[in-house]
Structures are given as structure tokens and as C-alpha cells.
């Protein structure tokens, strides 16, 4: 075996670092923007950690290099893995599935064929770089089946999962035909993580319809050998790196361009923002809805209020994409052809993304922050938006009570974004809300998303990891009255010991 390999691992889709290639030829590596590298580089540089992931074009062929203290590991994707486990399975079965079903989704066996396949060589490879003992993180719902390929293949492991998007109710999760597949995937991970309480009920009662496994609480007892593992299922909402996004918000560049942006628009009175990628889950087309709504009844006026839609392009050749793109720019476009005038249109909007420092200003030039998804695992926009306002304590988020954030972010004015009076109002009184109360909200969801960002997330996490490592007991984390199937026999309890271990010093 070779003696590179890594004590921690991690999984995801996509690697860490983002591939550009420069007027010589030669590619360059960058790191990727997003809370998951922030929060798990230094602790993958102090581990020597690995990371296996996708490099986001098809058939590059790379070879295993290092970037900043961390092991990267490329999976080759060809074309047809792109089109059937990544635009296929993953995004045109999973995604729409797990946000309730707001798109059809689409069951093809040979998707089903490619994902699996795909999985196999993520788990290889993963398998390959760990040291014995090494503890493995796999991230999002690309990657289900891995922790039980892992597990198969290598029970010295210790292994965690972490579910970036939501996990749907029963009901609608039951639709899948590989719905056992997926849960024993799952499974073969000793701590499942998900944003939601809701989400981790979820999937154990998922678990409890398809398999004759115990849970009690946040546990599920799973047969292994003569005795039971517990593998904990618990919420570990995921956050944002606080305390770097007040620092790039003070930068003096960052607020001159803040006041360079109102100036652009105009000097309206109040501007709203709303940041989203291009997605049918993030409510564009609700939220356009309600503002239109209200400028028609004259409760918004085109010479004081502007909307601001940054919305990224996504997933473009997947055609409920395209077709999604199409309906927000003619409405877009009917909005602003109706009540815009020579020197104000009521919406500004931009489809492309934005680098971290335009999004810092744009978010101190807000006045309302509009959050409408009509299902999200966690937004981490909302998030952005809070620690940005550190200077003034102003702004209004108005957030849905679908989106993960909202658990946390109580005092933020929540809405049902399918209620489209009820947004109305709540866009009306967050344009008109005195400042004092916007002080007091801000004041109390900054404080909560200063106190859990990004590293305490991945830490939480890896403590759970560590205490299956030492062995502990987990029921501690997790304790409710057993509960399971009509008709079930009890399974087994763990056995003292039972549990994988791996090292001390050992992180989408």
C-alpha cells in the first residue's frame, strides 16, 4: 500500500479547487469559493488530509496533485457520466424529489445505472488515499451510496455523511424505486448529518418503513455481525465563515462600492435584493409575482423602490432550467416594460455571478433582503446577508419558513412564500419598518450566526466522528423512546466496542 495515504478524507462531487487554464496552456488550480473549504482547509492542511472529487469538466484525465497542504484526488466524469449520474440521476431524479416534488421528477433505469457506477468510483478512490483507521466524510446527495461501499470494503473506517439539501417526508421519498438502495447507502455511515431536525426525522422514519432497524431518537441500531452499530441521524445545520464576511463588509473598497451601486440605481429610496442561483426551489418567480403585485396597486412606487435579482445561471442544459430562465426574463421584462420610466426600472436584473466582494456590497447597499424559497436545505445567502450588516445593524431579511435558515434566524420576518398576499404585506412592512425594530432583529440573528458559523458546524461534526472513533455511547445525542415498525422484532444493541475507531488529529 502505498504510504501517502491520508487520515482524513474527504468526498464530495466537486474538488476543493476550481480549474482555469492561462494563455500558455498550462492549467492553474484556485480555491473554490464556499463555506465547506473555508471551514475544512486548515483542518485537511493539519490532518494532511485527501480530497476526492470531480474537477468539473469532462474527461480532463488528471492525475493525483497538492494544493495548499491538502492531497487532491480527480475523478474522471466523460460526457455520458455527466449527462446520466450528474444532469440525470442526481439532478433531474434527486434534486426535484427531495425539494417536494415542486418539479416532476424523471426515473430512468439507466440513470440509476451511471449513479451507482459513479459512486463505485468515488468510493475506490476514496478507499485507495485512506490510511488504515482514517476517517471519511462523504458529502451530498450525489454521493448516497458511498458510505456503504466504503463500510463493505474497508469496516476500519469511520465514516460520516453529510446532507447539504433537504430529505423529504415519507410520502414523497417513497415514490423513488431505489428508495431502499439509498437508505442502505446512507446507512453504512456512522453519523448521517442533515440542516433540519425535520430532515433527520425524515429519514428515520424512512428507515423505519423500509427496514426492521430500531431507532430511538437520533439512533439507528444496524445489524453488524452478531451485535447492532449505532449510526446517528441529527441535525447539524450548516453556516458560513462570520467572522471573514464582516471583514471583507468593512473594507472600505467594499462599502465605497456599496454606495457606488445605490448611486448607479439611482438613490431610490429603499433597494430589495434578492441572490439566488437560477432554480425552480428558490421562488424568483413568487417573489417577481408579489412585487409586480404591488406596484400595480400602487403600495410600491418605481421611483422609490428597486428590486435587485442576481440570479446565477444553473444546470443550463438541463431543459426545466432553460425553461425556467425563460419565464423569469419575460417576466422580468413585463414588469419593467409596465411601470418602468425613462429613469427608473423597477427591476435591475443580472444573470451571472458575482465574486465575493460585489456580493459584500451588494448586500450593505440592500435595505431588504428577499429569501422566498419554496424549499431549501439551509440558504446561506440569508446568512451572508446578517453577518454583512455589522457595521449599521440595519436591513431586513424577509425569509421563507421553508428555507433551513429560518430555524435559526427567528427574528427575521418569515413568510410562506406561496401566500402571495401574505409576502405582499410582509415586503410592505419590511420597506416600512421603523429602524429601531430592524436593529433588534438584526441584532438577535446576527448574534446567532456569529455563535454557530462554519467551523463550529464542521467541529460539531467531527466531535460526533471522534466519540464513534473513541466508541462513546452515542444515545446520549439522540435520546427518544424507541420507536419501530408493526410487527418489527427489536434489533440487537450495540456492543460495547462495536464501533469503528480511528486516530486523534484526524473535516458541501
Not at 150 to 165: C, S, Y
Not at 275 to 295: C, M, P, Q, S, W
Not at 388 to 411: C, I, Q, Y
Not at 413 to 440: F, Q, T
Given at each position: 500500500?502505498p504510504?501517502?495515504r ?11 479547487v ?7 496552456g498550462?492549467?492553474?488550480?484556485s480555491?473554490?469559493p464556499?463555506?465547506l473549504?473555508?471551514?475544512?482547509e486548515?483542518?485537511m492542511?493539519s ?5 476526492v472529487g470531480?474537477g ?6 488528471l492525475?493525483?496533485f497538492?494544493h ?8 474522471d ?14 439532478n ?6 427531495y ?6 421528477p ?17 468510493a ?9 483507521d ?16 466504503l463500510?463493505?470494503a ?8 453529510f446532507n447539504h439539501?433537504?430529505f423529504p ?34 429519514f428515520t422514519?424512512?428507515?423505519?418503513r423500509?427496514l426492521?432497524y ?20 441529527k ?15 468593512q ?9 457606488q ?11 430589495m435584493?434578492?441572490?439566488d442561483?437560477l432554480?425552480?426551489?428558490?421562488g424568483?418567480?413568487h ?6 403585485e ?7 412606487d ?14 443550463e442544459?438541463v431543459?426545466t432550467?432553460?425553461?425556467l ?14 411601470y418602468?420610466t ?10 451571472h455571478?458575482f ?31 446578517v453577518?454583512?450588516?455589522?457595521g449599521?445593524?440595519?436591513?431586513v431579511?424577509?425569509l421563507?419558513?421553508f428555507?433551513?435558515?429560518a430555524?435559526e434566524?427567528r ?14 404585506d410582509?415586503i ?11 436593529r433588534r ?19 460539531t461534526?467531527?466531535?460526533a466522528?471522534?466519540?464513534v ?7 446520549a445525542l ?5 420507536r419501530?415498525?408493526a410487527?418489527q422484532?427489536p ?17 458541501g
Amino acid at each position: 500500500m502505498p504510504d501517502d495515504r491520508s487520515h482524513l478524507v474527504v468526498v464530495s462531487n466537486r474538488l476543493p479547487v476550481d480549474r482555469t487554464v492561462g494563455p500558455d496552456g498550462e492549467p492553474t488550480w484556485s480555491p473554490s469559493p464556499g463555506g465547506l473549504v473555508t471551514a475544512l482547509e486548515p483542518v485537511m492542511r493539519s490532518a494532511g488530509g485527501a480530497w476526492v472529487g470531480w474537477g468539473g469538466q469532462p474527461d480532463l484525465g488528471l492525475e493525483p496533485f497538492e494544493h495548499d497542504g491538502i492531497r487532491i484526488i480527480p475523478i474522471d466524469l466523460s460526457e455520458t457520466d455527466i449527462e446520466r449520474y450528474y444532469e440525470g440521476f442526481s439532478n433531474d431524479t434527486l434534486w426535484p424529489l427531495y425539494h417536494d416534488v415542486i418539479a416532476p421528477p424523471s426515473y430512468h433505469r439507466v440513470w440509476w445505472d451511471s449513479y451507482v457506477g459513479v459512486n463505485r468510483r468515488f468510493a475506490d478512490a476514496a478507499i485507495a488515499a485512506a490510511a488504515p483507521d482514517a476517517t471519511v466524510w462523504v458529502q451530498d446527495y450525489q454521493l448516497q451510496l458511498v458510505p456503504r461501499m466504503l463500510r463493505e470494503a474497508r469496516p476500519d473506517l469511520t465514516i460520516g455523511f453529510f446532507n447539504h439539501i433537504p430529505f423529504p417526508a415519507y410520502g414523497i421519498y417513497s415514490q423513488l424505486p431505489w428508495r431502499t438502495q439509498i437508505i442502505e447507502g446512507l446507512l453504512g455511515a456512522d453519523v448521517i448529518g442533515f440542516q433540519r431536525v425535520a430532515d433527520a426525522g425524515n429519514f428515520t422514519r424512512a428507515v423505519r418503513r423500509l427496514l426492521p432497524y430500531s431507532t430511538k431518537g437520533a439512533i439507528v441500531n444496524v445489524p453488524d455481525g452478531d451485535g447492532a452499530r449505532q449510526v446517528l441521524a441529527k441535525a447539524f445545520p450548516i453556516s458560513i465563515d462570520t467572522a471573514g464576511f464582516e471583514e471583507l463588509a468593512q473594507r472600505p473598497e467594499v462599502q465605497a462600492r456599496a454606495a457606488q451601486i445605490r448611486h448607479d440605481l439611482g438613490n431610490p429610496a429603499k433597494i430589495m435584493l434578492g441572490v439566488d442561483r437560477l432554480d425552480y426551489t428558490k421562488g424568483i418567480r413568487h417573489r417577481l409575482k408579489a412585487f409586480g403585485e404591488l406596484l400595480a396597486d400602487g403600495r410600491a412606487d418605481v421611483g422609490d423602490v428597486t428590486l435587485v435579482q442576481v440570479a446565477s445561471p444553473s444546470r443550463e442544459r438541463v431543459e426545466t432550467y432553460r425553461q425556467l430562465r425563460d419565464e423569469v426574463e419575460l417576466t422580468v421584462g413585463r414588469i419593467n416594460g409596465d411601470y418602468g420610466t425613462i429613469s427608473h426600472q423597477p427591476i435591475s436584473y443580472l444573470h451571472h455571478g458575482f465574486p465575493r466582494e460585489e456580493m459584500a456590497a451588494l448586500y450593505l447597499a440592500a435595505d431588504v433582503m428577499l429569501v422566498t424559497a419554496l424549499r431549501d436545505g439551509m440558504n446561506l445567502v440569508a446568512k451572508e446577508y446578517v453577518a454583512a450588516r455589522s457595521g449599521d445593524l440595519d436591513g431586513v431579511l424577509v425569509l421563507s419558513e421553508f428555507a433551513g435558515a429560518a430555524d435559526e434566524l427567528r427574528t427575521a420576518v418569515l413568510i410562506n412564500p406561496h401566500d402571495i398576499a401574505g409576502l405582499k404585506d410582509a415586503i410592505s412592512g419590511a420597506l416600512d419598518m421603523p429602524r429601531e425594530e430592524r436593529r433588534r432583529r438584526m441584532r438577535a440573528m446576527r448574534k446567532r450566526v456569529r455563535e454557530n458559523d462554519v467551523e463550529h458546524w464542521s467541529q460539531t461534526f467531527l466531535d460526533a466522528l471522534r466519540r464513534v472513533r473513541r466508541g462513546d455511547d452515542l444515545s446520549a445525542l439522540g435520546a427518544a423512546p424507541a420507536r419501530r415498525s408493526a410487527g418489527q422484532a427489536p434489533a440487537p444493541r450495540a456492543a460495547a466496542g462495536a464501533a469503528s475507531t480511528t486516530p486523534g488529529g484526524a473535516r458541501g
